[in-house]
């Protein structure tokens, strides 16, 4: 076992984070700060600052002026600078992904998967060139020509939650910078030090100063970015309640948004599944980085009793056999949560299962993790006989508890997702293609697998929840992010007749 963590003295300094603007670290000056902590002993390690409106007008300052030249760079040496970057995040990976876990609590396999999944989208992003090409066509009436170009908004904004601290910022400032904007960044308070690792590699790959800053801080900051007209554009990844009010927000203000928002992601498990495929799927899918991911499968739904009875003891059986430990301990299936809130309101949430009549199978209130007794630590949690009126089948929990939802039939058990308030991811197993084939032609959500429990999709293809999981027209990356970050201009052009008819020598006359 390698824990590096329990050997941290409890008198290491606090960490004192800096904002990153204008292509350096700046102190924070509005006097305000946030408490980052090592989850995995619950202790403080760092405080971020927390961006006061000014501080915020300053990085938006800096990336309106840098942008005017990065715009005007071709495509493919904006790609090029990514692509030193991307060498840079290679170089750095372990380091990267030990802070990260650090900071979240996931473990650091996990979190070298959080990072990798960032990678992705830049890489993807370096096929700028193509993926900014116009359309055009010829003698759409008699000497005239179309085109249309893709050009930058100018300064974008993201705000991004704290369980990808890496992938979520990556997914877009990628496409945001390779297709010429400045790009400013809000990350979580909770885990702010990779996103600001980021933007030093960005600033050692060569990116000019300004174009990507990295500000700390809470709704002051968010605020001071909806409300300054220079921002053409936000990105947000969080929660629902937090994700209507940016879109409504920046909607109001003019700007274009992208608001993804909770789950509730079910899995479908018919009978004819492999049951033990299945079983261990949902084990990965439901209490993977303690179940803190917007794609976790937090229901299961297995229809009919027989399937239910089978997959409920081998639910049951794997849950008893699930190790939780530190971050950095390298045998953990997964780690703490990201703080004593977090395991309160959980802890709250199988409280209420109990109190409104699921069955609990095993409960994970009050583990202690030798050696970390301090730590935000919730053991796996599963319960069964759950009804869609319950709290904790309606309300997206986070944490590493399982519901499983009986469905007597098909129909019913496509129902279920279909009809919830959130719809951004769902599964199927099954062995039948023509289930298959109905389920993902009718299921109301937004990313559908079919024997894969966690359908993020590839860079390639495109991120998005439906209903109230996802606010906008335009998806996270793949075509749309192209979309989202660009305005379209079209040419049209009409040449009269000039020089290659000759010269002339008559006095002109108008015919
Ligand atoms: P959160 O909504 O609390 O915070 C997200 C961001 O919003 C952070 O940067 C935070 O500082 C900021 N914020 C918080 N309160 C704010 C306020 N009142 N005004 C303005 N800004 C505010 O979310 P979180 O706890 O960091 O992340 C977990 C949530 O994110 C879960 O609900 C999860 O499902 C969701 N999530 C969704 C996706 C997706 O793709 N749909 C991906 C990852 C996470």
Known sequence: MTDESASASPREPVRALAHFIGGRAVPGTSGRFSDVFDPSTGRVQARVPLASADEVRAAVDAAADAQREWGGWTAQRRARVLQRFLDLVARDADDLARLLSSEHGKTVADARGDIQRGVEVVEFSLGAPHLLKGEFSLDVATGVDVSSMRQPLGVVAGITPFNFPAMIPLWQAGPALAAGNAFVLKPSERDPSVPLRLAELFAEAGLPAGVFSVVGGDRTAVDALLDDDRVRAVGFVGSTPIARYIYERAAARGKRAQCFGSAKNHMIVMPDADLDQAADAL?????????????????????????????????????AALRVGAALDADADFGPLVSAEAVQRVSEYIETGIAEGATLVADGRGLVVPGHEGGFFLGPTLFDDVEPDHTIYREEIFGPVLVVVRADDYETALRLPSEHVYGNGVSIFTRDGDTARDFTARVEVGMVGVNVPIPVPIASFTFGGWKQSGFGDLNQHGADAFRFYTKTKTVTTRWPSGIKEGASFVMPVLS
């Open 283 to 319: 084990i990965g899918a439901g209490y993977g980085s303690a179940g803190e991911r917007c794609m976790a499968i937090s229901v299961a739904v297995p229809v009919g009793a027989e399937t239910a009875d089978a997959l409920v003891a081998r639910l049951a059986e794997r849950v």
